[in-house]
């Protein structure tokens, strides 16, 4: 059996943006730049930040991820979703319909999302040769070891698999805090 080995990527509160979205909350016309690179190929974190407002709380300078894409997405931890006053749903990134609802302001703008607030699922990104090298499927529910000072298995782990991405894991700030992870550690699929 094959040691099947991942590095951890913890993920903060960040959003990704509609074109539209963009133009609303920036200007028209307006194109996102480029910061610094993230693990994923072509994905960034941009150098523009937006403010979200919920009906408690709000947070200034949410980082944007680009490039855009083709709805708006914004990802907290449950402590985030407590400070703002809202209930997202954990899901897969994507799955925002029947999500909660946010607002955004941008220096052009605003813009009321009806749905779009989401706590990401904790996922592996696999290209499909590490997925056929490791034996997991796109979907598949994997159980994760952390063998930190904290260690601890994550349970309902989503294997995300594409020739588009590089062998990376996902996790929340509220998770990674908990375990004791850091970004760039190491753990173990083992089931």
């Known amino acids: 059996m094959v040691h099947r080995e991942v590095t951890i990527g913890v993920s903060a509160r960040h959003i990704h943006l509609s074109q539209e979205h963009v133009e609303?909350?920036?200007g028209k016309g307006y194109e996102l730049t480029a910061?610094?690179?993230l693990s994923q190929p072509e994905q960034y974190a941009a150098n523009e930040t937006v403010a979200v407002v919920g009906p408690k709380g709000s947070f200034g300078k949410v980082r944007i991820l680009g490039p855009a894409r083709k709805q708006t997405q914004l990802e907290v931890s449950r402590t985030d979703a407590f400070a703002l006053g809202v209930n997202?749903?954990?899901?897969?990134?994507?799955?925002?319909?029947?999500?909660?609802g946010i607002k955004?302001?941008?220096?052009?703008?605003?813009?009321?999302?009806?749905e779009g607030v989401i706590v990401a699922a904790r996922h592996i990104h696999f290209h499909t040769s590490d997925a056929e090298k490791y034996g997991v499927a796109d979907k598949q529910q994997l159980r994760v070891r952390f063998a930190g000072e904290r260690g601890v298995v994550f349970e309902q782990?989503?294997?995300?698999v594409s020739d588009q991405y590089a062998l990376d894991m996902h996790i929340d700030t509220d998770e990674?805090?908990?375990?004791?992870?850091?970004?760039?550690?190491?753990?173990?699929i083992i089931d």
């Open 157 to 160: 782990v989503v294997a995300r």
């Open 35 to 37: 910061m610094k690179p």
């Open 24 to 26: 609303l909350l920036f």
């Open 176 to 188: 990674a805090n908990a375990a004791g992870v850091k970004n760039g550690d190491k753990a173990e």
């Open 88 to 100: 997202p749903p954990v899901r897969e990134s994507g799955d925002v319909k029947g999500s909660a």
């Open 104 to 114: 955004l302001q941008g220096p052009a703008g605003e813009v009321e999302i009806e």
